[in-house]
């Protein structure tokens, strides 16, 4: 007897092959039938014509902290999303002494933009080596998880504090591979690198002390174990980005394995860049690399207030400085006529070097402490204009007003032109990914790319038929990080599975919540058209009933090289 | 296997323990050091104005300008 038939939809397999009407019969957490299902069934449901198709794959997140508390990273979970890729752009939280916590906590903190009271209050460190840490996540999981271990953390546990300023030595190098394999035996399904992030003291992150020789030493240990290799590189620069897109190729080639980068988007600032990448990746692929660019479906978004240090700030000094200040501090300083005018002249010569164009002017009040109906929503730059002052006088006016709890937002700032990001996101090249799901909390919302895929670019757009844009968000991804038996709806395969209406599946509108497990709120977004959620065959959230108490998430398994 | 295709623009990774006189010696030896230099920094200028002015042996650094836009002749 099966345990479940999900019958009378739209089976749409992850294949990319045309859908069809047909059901999909479930025994003990796995697909056993997809078509026509014949046998009793302990449970029925009727899919009404909604698409059945596997659950999708979310390959670059940062869930690595939010899984000790919420085992089912919400609201992935809700945009049909049964696996995520925690463990990017070099960090991780394991393997981790307990005397280099702080540090590594601190530089989490900064690059992936989490509270610290929310990260202090939410982490309960009871693991060193990679294997405790998902042993600790594991009885909680209400998702699947395919855990990327980061180079940072290698380094720094190999080389203690020296993995911030120096090379390693051959020994150093030898004893990386050994722990590399220990975490790829133990789960990981790769290892994250990053040639641009800087830490909380802006020195660059362990990873990037690597010498040529040490990444390659660990890519041959990723080439005998099959795991692949993430990596962020210069992504605002076209020649630098073909530098490095030449380097993952070489890595590929000589060591049989998959590399990721992210991002890759398009912006004004440099219009020209993602068809030189793409090129370039074509080149590379004819010639037997393997090299996925990860690129994000929604514009970019920002946002800031002066309550904290935000990425928004990374290249105004002065700004940046004032967040980090202990309140009284900056309060003084905020209300100081003369460090006002410094303030304001840094802002006039703003530059963001990593291919973005932002104009503070269009900086509007996002949400406020005690929201002011007179403010909310409006545009920064008109308000310096009726009031006859700058920019930055009405920013920290308004600031100062509501307790430094404002926060200003500007939208699509980048990757905006929908047109032009419809031809990219259907090429074959391109992977759909780079989501940052459970990073840049209060910045702004890192969820339902999934659902603005469908709604933008099948729909809107007309850029790929659904079938494409299904098998973009899961078999593509379960290919290239080989991930054993998941992203299609095959017997034999894992039982995640999602039920979607595609005719309304959408993100919703970016809203703030108090969810966090210490005073203080994050952005996200709800998800619609989504009717049903199984993990491992167990269902895992619904419209109706939201999420469920079941924990069937599971450390994925990955193809043997 | 390693497929030589000629790059994009002509680069370097740094060797550990470089700096920009020792990156000029060993990447332009015929230019005077200082020239050498001074043109190198200007075709890595991502490099001179991080916020730490640091050179990593992950960095990449170009040893050539970057080339013309397409369609457009040298020294127009």
């Not at chain 2, 010696?25 to 043109?39: L, T, W």
Request: charged residues 20%; negative net charge.
């Amino acid at each position: 007897m099966l345990d479940l038939v999900i019958r009378n939809g739209l089976v749409c397999d992850g294949s990319g092959a045309p859908a069809y009407r047909g059901s999909v019969g479930i025994r003990d957490g796995r697909i056993v039938a997809v078509g026509e299902v014949d046998g009793l069934a302990r449970e029925l449901i009727d899919a009404g014509g909604l698409v059945i198709a596997p659950g999708f794959i979310d390959p670059h997140t940062h869930y690595d902290a939010q899984l000790v508390w919420d085992g089912q990273a919400q609201p992935s979970l809700e945009h049909g999303v049964t696996t995520i890729m925690p463990g990017n752009c070099s960090l991780s939280l394991a393997p981790l002494r307990a005397e280099h916590r702080d540090m590594l906590g601190a530089t989490f903190r900064k690059i992936e933009e989490m509270p610290k009271n929310a990260f202090d209050a939410g982490l309960t460190w009871t693991w060193e080596s990679f294997a405790d840490y998902l042993a600790a996540i594991g009885p909680g999981l209400g998702i699947n998880v395919a855990p990327l271990v980061g180079h940072s953390l290698i380094r720094l546990w190999v080389m203690g504090l020296d993995a911030r300023s120096r090379a390693a030595t051959d020994t150093e190098i030898a004893q990386m591979q050994a722990l590399l394999a220990e975490c790829l035996d133990a789960g990981a399904v790769g290892m994250s690198g990053s040639w641009v992030d800087i830490d909380h003291e802006n020195l660059p992150v362990p990873a990037r002390l690597a010498e040529p020789k040490e990444l390659d030493a660990l890519c041959a240990t990723l080439g005998e174990k099959g795991g692949i290799l993430q990596m962020v590189p210069e992504f605002w620069d076209a020649d630098m980005l073909c530098a490095r897109i030449d380097l993952l190729s070489d890595l590929s080639r000589k060591h049989g394995i998959s590399t990721t980068f992210s991002p890759l988007f398009d912006s004004n600032a440099s219009p020209e860049l993602v068809g030189i990448a793409l090129d370039r990746i074509r080149l590379q692929t004819a010639h037997g690399a393997r090299v996925v660019p990860q690129m994000q479906t929604r514009p970019i978004d920002l946002s800031f207030d002066l309550g904290a240090p935000m990425s928004t700030f990374a290249t105004l000094p002065g700004w940046w400085a004032m967040t980090m200040l202990p309140r009284d501090e900056k309060l003084a300083l905020l209300r100081d006529p003369e460090k006002r005018q410094a303030l304001a002249g840094e802002m006039d010569s703003f530059y963001m070097p990593i291919g973005l164009q932002i104009d503070f002017a269009d900086a509007y009040v996002k949400r406020m402490g005690t929201p002011d109906p007179a403010l909310m929503g409006r545009r920064v730059g008109d308000l310096a204009a009726e009031r006859g002052c700058h920019i930055a006088e009405v920013i920290i006016d308004i600031a100062l007003a509501d307790d430094l709890a404002t926060s200003f937002g500007l939208d699509a700032i980048g990757h905006n032109d929908d047109a032009k990001i419809a031809k990219m996101l259907a090429d074959p090249l391109i992977g759909i990914g780079a989501g940052d799901g459970g990073a840049h909390v209060t910045n702004f919302a890192t969820y339902g790319d999934t659902g603005y895929l469908f709604s933008r670019y099948v729909r809107g757009f007309s850029a790929m038929p659904l079938e494409t844009a299904v098998r973009k968000l899961t078999h593509d991804v379960a290919q290239v990080w080989g991930l054993r038996e998941r992203g299609l709806l095959r017997p034999g395969y894992a039982a995640d599975i999602v039920l979607f209406d595609p005719e309304t599946i959408d993100r919703g509108p970016e809203i703030a919540v108090e969810d966090l497990p210490a005073p203080g709120f994050r952005y996200i977004r709800r998800a619609s058209g989504i009717d049903r959620v199984f993990v491992n065959g167990v269902q895992a959230y619904s419209r109706s009933a939201g999420y469920a108490a079941a924990r069937t998430g599971q450390i994925t398994e990955r193809q043997m090289a | 296997m390693s497929t030589a295709l000629p790059p994009r623009r002509r680069f370097i990774q740094p060797e550990s323990g470089d700096d920009w006189p020792r990156i000029a010696a060993r990447v332009m030896p015929d230019v005077p050091v200082e020239a050498a230099i001074e043109q190198l920094k200007s075709w890595n200028l991502f490099l001179v104005f991080r916020p730490v002015s640091v050179i990593t042996p992950s960095d990449i650094l170009f040893i050539e300008p970057p080339a013309a836009p397409a369609g457009q002749a040298a020294g127009t």
